[in-house]
């Protein structure tokens, strides 16, 4: 079992940056991609933006050129920057972790607790 752990949220003006990072721990054969989702009230969770462990990204059209996806394969660390934030950026932030516990098994995915990113003046 995979579990991930978000940090870095918390209360920034518009304009702002912050920084986000997600730890994934425990027992894998190997941890795949890892993305970040966030979900505002009232709203479904969307994908923010997602990395490979070979490094390729991807990301949603709100957030390109202000958000960066970055990963540290041997701290099985993966960043969100977000810089130029803005107001509907205003959501809970979640990280996930895709893994295989071993070679034989089915790829599983697992979900951090979110952490919550308020942009406001």
């Known amino acids: 079992q995979v579990q991930v752990v978000e940090s870095g949220g918390g209360l920034v003006q518009p304009g702002g940056s912050l920084r986000l990072s997600c730890a994934a721990s425990g027992s894998a054969f190997s941890i795949n991609a890892m993305g970040w989702y966030r979900q505002a009230p009232g709203k479904q969770r969307e994908l923010v933006a997602v990395?490979?462990?070979?490094?390729?990204?991807n990301y949603a059209d709100s957030v390109k050129g202000r958000f960066t996806i970055s990963r540290d394969n041997g701290k099985n660390t993966v960043y969100l920057q977000m810089n130029s934030l803005k107001p509907e950026d205003t959501a809970v932030y979640y990280c996930?972790?895709?893994?295989?516990?071993?070679?034989?098994?089915?790829?599983?995915?697992?979900w951090g607790q979110g952490t919550q990113v308020t942009v406001s003046s």
């Open positions: 990395i490979t462990s070979g490094g390729a990204t």
């Open positions: 996930n972790a895709d893994y295989r516990r071993s070679i034989l098994s089915a790829e599983r995915t697992s």
